[in-house]
């Protein structure tokens, strides 16, 4: 069974950066499409950033030129750089592996942008 675990999210003050990290185990997640998303309090979950197996890296206009995503496949891990938060980046992001047979989730990672 296919786990994906994130890390990395803490408090930070505005105009920080901090860089996520999502684990794979269980599966290779060079093979799966990779995305972030994340979800504020009372909000709807939204799309962060996603990364194909072709390398291909699409993102959010709210995050676009502030984060990128990557991956690490001899770690098979994927991370999300993210700098110059501002408050409206505080959610609870989430790592999620997808292709035409299985999909994953992870738990989440806390990031909180406050002074």
């Known amino acids: 069974q296919g786990q994906l675990v994130e890390s990395g999210g803490e408090l930070v003050q505005p105009g920080g950066s901090l860089r996520l990290s999502c684990a794979a185990s269980?599966?290779?997640?060079?093979?799966?499409?990779i995305s972030w998303y994340r979800q504020a309090s009372g909000k709807e979950r939204e799309l962060v950033a996603r990364?194909?197996?072709?390398?291909?890296?699409n993102y959010a206009a709210s995050v676009k030129g502030r984060f990128t995503i990557s991956r690490d496949n001899s770690k098979n891990t994927v991370y999300l750089q993210m700098n110059s938060l501002n408050p409206e980046d505080t959610a609870v992001y989430l790592c999620?592996?997808?292709?035409?047979?299985?999909?994953?989730w992870g738990q989440g990672t806390q990031v909180t942008v406050s002074s």
């Open positions: 990364i194909t197996t072709a390398g291909n890296t």
């Open positions: 269980g599966f290779t997640s060079s093979s799966y499409s």
């Open positions: 999620n592996a997808a292709n035409l047979w299985h999909n994953y």
